[in-house]
């Protein structure tokens, strides 16, 4: 404690002398001035800054920390006031001496190991009443997810040094890595309402039509969430005996939830918490400082590896700009710093088992690829996180197991509009020949949709920050979501398109909202006789499924038809399913018997010799549906858990063991479970 204390304060003398020698408008008299002045800057920001930071809070968390540096800039300036032979010319010139002398101090601290998450919650926990606990003996588990991180890149990621802590659990015989398989609608939504609750039935995408509502269903958009996880729990979830769920798209019925999509709503399930989480987090002027620096980081590496892309001329890719690097970094640095914190706050309050997901390498791998170089630092950053995490576990009030998980893979290739010059639903409005056509494959930005989450959350309560998040965000508010993205057809003016086409990575569905129920195959040929045939005989396209009023299930390829039920399941001429997997044809049939399962659903072609599939939405690495590395994430478990016998084939299967699992570590709360 005392080392660290004195190593800050000469980090900090050092770096206002050097912020003294190349920046115009600051001087510093000498080494004394220099410790002087660090001392009291670190006396007002022990002393005044929390109750400064009570006030301004609203703003901070709004301004993602930048009214946070303006306030950093007050405090270098007051420095000034009370200390001789120091002299700062503007608040301006203040901002710049804070984010010199935290990009020091922050390079010392992880030099010196002073980055001692640990101490820093352990205060912030007795501050919240959250650790009054006793020891438990029980192990606690946290179940890290790496979003879209594929079994196969994750071992080359082990083998080429680019996941060390991971690698080193793996190693040291620790842990054990499996592979799973996803269902498939390989996509977060889907997959962790099967890990977290038990059930991912009726989910057959990301987005979807419902016909009897006259509208789509976006996962990621909160009100939607909140609607699957409504229809998908039990009550009994994964979380729900006292654990957490942070930056997840569903809750697992945790009672205590941060950025979670399924609860941003609900104040209820928060327990009124999210403006203590946030100012927990905010409380400290360094963690401010050293979030928004590490934002203006991950938007510059953006930027440039965007030009490098563009320079080397690397195909394939994506248009990348400004507004996707600030997307970015939400998920790459402001999230993270966010979630992080809440997990090492939960670790010391002692919570039986908290689940959270790193979004941070599905978005990056999505606009540059999945082992592209500014794609694995941000898989090495990951890393770093788990490492910090673990650490801060090791002094927790009950002992902890980590898990780290991915949800689904992802697969590469160019878009299907770069391939072929047209949009899936550009081919369907020509073989269809309508106008009266509707598309959601924009390739949303899924942290758009997270960062929307958050500022709805935000603004949920009825205090100062709450009021003042729901002012700034009235523009984008519908039924009091903050909808940052493309319009997601929760209201309709126009009357009911005569086809929808959506897009779920290389998963594309076409529905028919003016025609009710499940349109058949033969009521297809009759009313747009060349749909499937131009839909089957694309070589972009891998297969087409519909169902069949004689025989039920079907799935259409180029060279052939396969039969999937009735009273003669057969393959006539090639089997379309071949490419995809043995598990293909059960897949398909699980998702033919959802209740909104689309009318047509179309799965790109996957050229196995080039390991890519062809995205309906403008993304380099996809997931959604079959083909390659997304539909097989992996677990890296304790190695002294019981391992599983065959494969694990589908998130349903993975929850019953994590219930399993847990149950084996003492955990009451699952004994029951059959």
Same mark, same amino acid.
């Given at each position: 404690?005392?080392?660290?204390?004195?190593?800050?304060?000469? *980090?900090?003398? &050092?770096?206002?002398?050097?912020?003294?020698?190349?920046?115009?408008?600051?001087?510093?008299?000498?080494?004394?001035?220099?410790?002087? !002045?660090?001392?009291?800057?670190? &006396?007002?920001?022990?002393?005044?800054?929390?109750?400064?930071?009570?006030?301004?809070?609203?703003?901070?968390?709004?301004?993602?920390?930048?009214?946070?540096?303006?306030?950093?800039?007050?405090?270098?300036?007051? %420095?000034?006031?009370?200390?001789?032979?120091?002299?700062?010319?503007?608040?301006?010139?203040?901002?710049?001496?804070?984010?010199?002398?935290?990009?020091?101090?922050?390079?010392?601290?992880?030099?010196?190991?002073?980055?001692?998450?640990?101490?820093?919650?352990?205060?912030? =926990?007795?501050?919240?009443?959250?650790?009054?606990?006793?020891?438990?003996?029980?192990?606690?588990?946290?179940?890290?997810?790496?979003?879209?991180?594929?079994?196969?890149? &994750?071992?080359?990621?082990?083998?080429?040094?680019?996941?060390?802590?991971?690698?080193?659990?793996?190693?040291?015989?620790?842990?054990?890595?499996?592979?799973?398989?996803?269902?498939?609608?390989?996509?977060?939504?889907?997959?962790?309402?099967?890990?977290?609750?038990?059930?991912?039935?009726?989910?057959?995408?990301?987005?979807?039509?419902?016909?009897?509502?006259?509208?789509?269903?976006?996962?990621?958009?909160?009100?939607?969430?909140?609607?699957?996880?409504?229809?998908?729990?039990?009550?009994?979830?994964?979380?729900?005996?006292?654990?957490?769920?942070?930056?997840?798209?569903?809750?697992?019925?945790?009672?205590?939830?941060?950025?979670?999509?399924?609860?941003?709503?609900?104040?209820?399930?928060?327990?009124?918490?999210?403006?203590?989480?946030?100012?927990?987090?905010?409380?400290?002027?360094?963690?401010?400082?050293?979030?928004?620096? %590490?934002?203006?980081? +991950?938007?510059?590496?953006?930027?440039?590896?965007?030009?490098?892309?563009?320079?080397?001329?690397?195909?394939?890719?994506?248009?990348?700009?400004?507004?996707?690097?600030?997307?970015?970094?939400?998920?790459?640095?402001?999230?993270?710093?966010?979630?992080?914190?809440?997990? =090492?706050?939960?670790?010391?309050?002692?919570?039986?088992?908290?689940?959270?997901?790193?979004?941070?390498?599905?978005?990056?791998? +999505? +606009?540059? *690829?999945?082992?592209?170089?500014?794609?694995?630092?941000?898989?090495?950053?990951?890393?770093?996180?788990?490492?910090?995490?673990?650490?801060?576990?090791?002094?927790?009030?009950?002992?902890?197991?980590?898990?780290?998980?991915?949800?689904?893979?992802?697969?590469?290739?160019?878009?299907?509009?770069?391939?072929?010059?047209?949009?899936?639903?550009?081919?369907?409005?020509?073989?269809?020949?309508?106008?009266?056509?509707?598309?959601?494959?924009?390739?949303?930005?899924?942290?758009?949709?997270?960062?929307?989450?958050?500022?709805?959350?935000?603004?949920?309560?009825?205090?100062?920050?709450?009021?003042?998040?729901?002012?700034?965000?009235?523009?984008?508010?519908?039924?009091?979501?903050?909808?940052?993205?493309?319009?997601?057809?929760?209201?309709?003016?126009?009357?009911?398109?005569?086809?929808?086409?959506?897009?779920?990575?290389?998963?594309?569905?076409?529905?028919?909202?003016?025609?009710?129920?499940?349109?058949?195959?033969?009521?297809?040929?009759?009313?747009?006789?060349?749909?499937?045939?131009?839909?089957?005989?694309?070589?972009?396209?891998?297969?087409?499924?519909?169902?069949?009023?004689?025989?039920? !299930?079907?799935?259409?390829?180029?060279?052939?038809?396969?039969?999937?039920?009735?009273?003669?399941?057969?393959?006539?001429?090639?089997?379309?399913? %071949?490419?995809?997997?043995?598990?293909?044809?059960?897949?398909?049939?699980?998702?033919?018997?959802? !209740?909104?399962?689309?009318?047509?659903?179309?799965?790109?072609?996957?050229?196995?010799?080039?390991?890519?599939?062809?995205?309906?939405?403008?993304?380099?690495?996809?997931?959604?549906?079959?083909?390659?590395?997304?539909?097989?994430?992996?677990?890296?478990?304790?190695?002294?858990?019981?391992?599983?016998?065959?494969?694990?084939?589908?998130?349903?299967?993975?929850?019953?063991?994590?219930?399993?699992?847990?149950?084996?570590?003492?955990?009451?709360?699952?004994?029951?479970?059959?």
């Amino acid at each position: 404690m005392i080392l660290r204390a004195l190593a800050t304060w000469l *980090g900090s003398a &050092l770096a206002l002398l050097l912020m003294s020698a190349i920046l115009p408008g600051f001087v510093v008299a000498g080494a004394g001035a220099a410790l002087g !002045a660090s001392a009291v800057c670190g &006396l007002i920001n022990l002393v005044v800054w929390p109750v400064v930071i009570r006030f301004a809070l609203p703003i901070t968390v709004l301004t993602l920390g930048v009214a946070a540096l303006l306030l950093n800039g007050v405090v270098v300036v007051a %420095a000034s006031w009370i200390v001789p032979g120091v002299e700062v010319r503007d608040v301006l010139t203040g901002v710049f001496v804070a984010l010199g002398v935290t990009s020091v101090t922050t390079l010392l601290g992880a030099a010196l190991s002073l980055e001692d998450d640990a101490r820093v919650h352990r205060h912030l =926990v007795r501050r919240a009443g959250r650790g009054r606990g006793a020891e438990q003996q029980v192990p606690g588990v946290l179940f890290l997810e790496i979003d879209g991180l594929a079994h196969e890149v &994750l071992v080359r990621a082990l083998r080429d040094g680019d996941a060390p802590q991971v690698a080193a659990w793996v190693r040291d015989g620790s842990h054990r890595l499996l592979r799973w398989e996803t269902d498939w609608s390989s996509q977060t939504g889907a997959c962790q309402a099967g890990i977290l609750h038990g059930s991912n039935e009726d989910m057959p995408a990301f987005r979807w039509w419902e016909k009897e509502h006259g509208r789509a269903i976006v996962t990621n958009h909160p009100r939607d969430a909140a609607e699957l996880e409504r229809r998908v729990s039990d009550g009994r979830g994964l979380l729900h005996a006292d654990g957490a769920s942070r930056a997840n798209i569903l809750s697992g019925d945790a009672p205590h939830s941060l950025l979670t999509m399924s609860t941003v709503l609900d104040a209820s399930r928060r327990d009124g918490r999210v403006g203590r989480d946030y100012a927990a987090y905010f409380s400290s002027p360094y963690n401010v400082m050293r979030t928004l620096l %590490a934002t203006v980081v +991950h938007v510059v590496r953006e930027l440039r590896a965007a030009g490098e892309q563009r320079r080397r001329d690397v195909r394939p890719r994506v248009a990348r700009g400004w507004r996707y690097a600030l997307v970015r970094a939400w998920a790459t640095a402001i999230q993270r710093d966010l979630q992080v914190a809440a997990v =090492v706050a939960d670790a010391h309050a002692g919570r039986p088992v908290v689940y959270t997901t790193f979004l941070a390498y599905d978005e990056v791998a +999505h +606009h540059s *690829g999945v082992e592209r170089p500014d794609t694995l630092a941000v898989l090495r950053d990951v890393d770093r996180q788990i490492t910090r995490i673990a650490r801060a576990a090791e002094s927790a009030p009950r002992p902890y197991e980590i898990v780290v998980l991915s949800d689904h893979g992802q697969t590469q290739g160019a878009t299907f509009l770069r391939r072929y010059g047209l949009t899936l639903e550009e081919l369907v409005r020509t073989a269809c020949r309508t106008a009266a056509i509707e598309s959601s494959a924009s390739g949303e930005d899924e942290a758009l949709g997270r960062l929307g989450a958050a500022l709805t959350e935000a603004a949920t309560g009825e205090g100062l920050g709450a009021r003042t998040v729901r002012t700034a965000t009235r523009a984008r508010r519908v039924d009091g979501e903050v909808l940052l993205g493309p319009g997601d057809g929760h209201e309709r003016d126009d009357g009911l398109p005569e086809v929808v086409v959506m897009a779920s990575g290389c998963l594309g569905l076409i529905s028919f909202p003016r025609l009710p129920g499940r349109v058949t195959l033969e009521q297809i040929r009759d009313r747009y006789p060349a749909l499937l045939t131009t839909l089957r005989q694309h070589p972009g396209i891998g297969f087409v499924h519909v169902r069949s009023e004689a025989e039920g !299930a079907v799935v259409l390829g180029a060279d052939g038809t396969r039969w999937l039920e009735g009273e003669n399941p057969r393959v006539e001429g090639v089997d379309p399913l %071949a490419p995809f997997g043995p598990n293909a044809a059960a897949h398909v049939l699980r998702t033919d018997r959802f !209740a909104h399962c689309p009318d047509v659903l179309v799965n790109s072609t996957y050229w196995a010799e080039t390991d890519e599939v062809a995205a309906f939405e403008e993304l380099v690495g996809s997931h959604g549906g079959l083909g390659g590395g997304q539909a097989y994430p992996f677990a890296v478990v304790p190695a002294g858990w019981e391992r599983p016998e065959g494969e694990i084939v589908g998130a349903e299967a993975l929850h019953r063991w994590l219930r399993r699992w847990l149950a084996d570590l003492g955990h009451e709360a699952f004994r029951a479970d059959p």
